[in-house]
């Protein structure tokens, strides 16, 4: 068989099959903007989307990594009138998630164009279409493709390096250069695609010379620089700014993720073993046993013809992900699979094309119903996964956290302050106060973000004290003299020094002795 080190020399396809990767992400886009949520949600792992937000739209900085790439497009893409704020950057989600079904469909039709035995004109693009259907409505990128998050772009981004590994003859330096600067900006959103470039560089490295390779380093520096952003906001001071990135020290702190550091490999013993099963369940929940299947028999298929590079290049893609989200011990973290899944649609679409030249060569079945076959096949996954995920990923109806927004503001007197002790209640106050300009007169306290200097820092400019406390209690005696005070969960360590009385969604406080 022919190896895909030297692909054939293919003529250009019909205006229709160019077309066809972009129908398929506007039908995608399609089902996103129907299940999109009216505004903010705490859904689909989606708490951060609130802090997201409040530093997009205040030029701020959020949680680490700072995700500058993200903060800066999102910001660009708010200015359409599309409804409420929120709506809109999960809308953005949904474009950047449409945009990754589009460049995978071009990726996978690559894949099966290149150095392939004989086929229908028609088979590579109506099975990378199916195929990056079939990714597009996995319960997966479907449920963060309609939430403001960062995952959706980040596909976008790994697809987008995978079109452009795959692509033939391109000698071009602007090319090279291009591949670098994408892969730079998507390190500037999340750090995990760093884990999908050692399968970009196995895929795209025996076409490149040593100037191909300056000119793609040079991109890629061009690329981060974006986290230069993440230092001139902090100067601003803005209400969310994580880490004080106005320091060196500040700012490896936000971009090193040294927060989260103690999560990183922490799955040990049992865990991994749970954790994989976890994993190799939720892969079968993206495309059914069917899918499976399909992806066993294209890995098969290019082992069976020699295609080394890229059995090995997809292969790291698919497998470093995994391993960093096995041992990234928190419950969101199997969304750093998305690329794995990303890198099964391409097998799924080679596995259909393996099982459609068995028929016709070895069951001597007439080779347009042997392919067509495998494109029925191909269409059952898309079907069936937009029937079962319609209704339980659908969040046009959710309305959670937009209710306890209101019902929490509405609750709060002039000039309250809130301790509150969850993300996401942190997080949706913050969009609803700096983001929507809601309630400026309250104070936000994140109680368990106090034990960080520089967050101290900020709720002393904030409440307008000049060396604010280092523990919190020590700071609630110096609010409860001018603010009301209340909190937006009951827990054990406030009421061991103050009475609890519920208010709506959340608490008053007041000293023990004293009526709330």
Not at 349 to 371: D, H, N, T
Request: proline share 7%.
């Amino acid at each position: 068989m022919p190896s895909s080190s030297a692909p054939s020399k293919r003529i250009a396809p019909p205006t229709w099959q160019r077309l066809l990767p972009w129908a398929v992400g506007a039908i995608a886009l399609g089902v996103y903007g129907r299940t999109t949520a009216p505004g903010l949600t705490w859904a689909h792992h989606g708490a951060d989307g609130g802090d997201l937000i409040a530093a997009a739209m205040t030029w701020g900085v959020p949680h680490p990594s700072g995700y500058p790439t993200f903060v800066v497009l999102s910001r660009l893409f708010s200015l359409l009138p599309l409804g409420e704020l929120a709506r809109r950057f999960a809308l953005f989600s949904g474009t950047m998630a449409a945009l990754a079904v589009s460049l995978a469909a071009s990726a996978i039709r690559e894949t099966l164009d290149d150095g392939r035995p004989s086929a229908p004109t028609w088979w590579s693009a109506a099975a990378s279409a199916l195929a990056a259907l079939a990714l597009a409505t996995s319960p997966a990128l479907w449920s963060q493709a309609i939430i403001a998050e960062v995952y959706a772009l980040h596909l976008a981004l790994v697809a987008a390096l995978l079109v452009l590994a795959l692509a033939p003859g391109q000698h071009q330096r602007s090319y090279w250069f291009l591949l670098g600067l994408i892969a730079g900006l998507g390190l500037g959103n999340h750090l995990t695609l760093a884990l999908t470039l050692p399968g970009i560089c196995i895929l795209c490295w025996s076409r490149t010379s040593m100037r191909d390779r300056l000119a793609a380093a040079l991109g890629t520096v061009l690329g981060l620089g974006v986290y230069a952003y993440v230092p001139l906001a902090a100067r601003a001071q803005p209400p969310v700014s994580w880490g004080d990135a106005r320091s060196w020290s500040g700012f490896w702190w936000l971009i090193s993720g040294r927060l989260y550091h103690h999560y990183a490999m922490a799955a040990t013993g049992g865990d991994i073993g749970r954790r994989l099963l976890a994993a190799l369940g939720l892969w079968r929940q993206q495309f059914g046993l069917l899918g499976v299947g399909c992806t066993v028999l294209g890995v098969w298929s290019w082992i069976e013809e020699r295609r080394w590079r890229t059995v090995l290049g997809t292969a790291s893609i698919w497998l470093l992900p995994l391993v960093y989200a096995i041992g990234y011990d928190t419950p969101d973290s199997m969304l750093y699979l998305l690329p794995s899944y990303l890198i099964g649609a391409v097998w799924i679409a080679a596995g259909a094309g393996w099982l459609a030249r068995v028929a016709s060569q070895e069951r001597k079945l007439p080779m347009g119903w042997s392919y067509a076959g495998a494109a029925l096949l191909l269409a059952v996954l898309p079907a069936v996964s937009l029937i079962r995920w319609w209704g339980p990923l659908n969040l046009s109806t959710d309305r959670e956290a937009t209710v306890w927004l209101d019902q929490t503001l509405t609750t709060l007197p002039e000039d309250a302050a809130l301790i509150t002790l969850q993300d996401r209640h942190t997080f949706a106050l913050w969009y609803a106060v700096y983001a929507q300009g809601r309630r400026p007169d309250v104070l936000v306290v994140d109680g368990d973000l106090y034990v960080e200097p520089w967050y101290r820092q900020q709720i002393g400019r904030q409440a307008g004290i000049d060396a604010p406390p280092p523990q919190l209690p020590e700071l609630l005696s110096l609010l409860s003299a001018e603010r009301p005070l209340y909190a937006s969960a009951n827990r054990i360590d406030l009421a061991r020094r103050y009475q609890l009385a519920p208010e709506g969604p959340i608490w008053r406080l007041a000293e023990q002795g004293q009526h709330p």
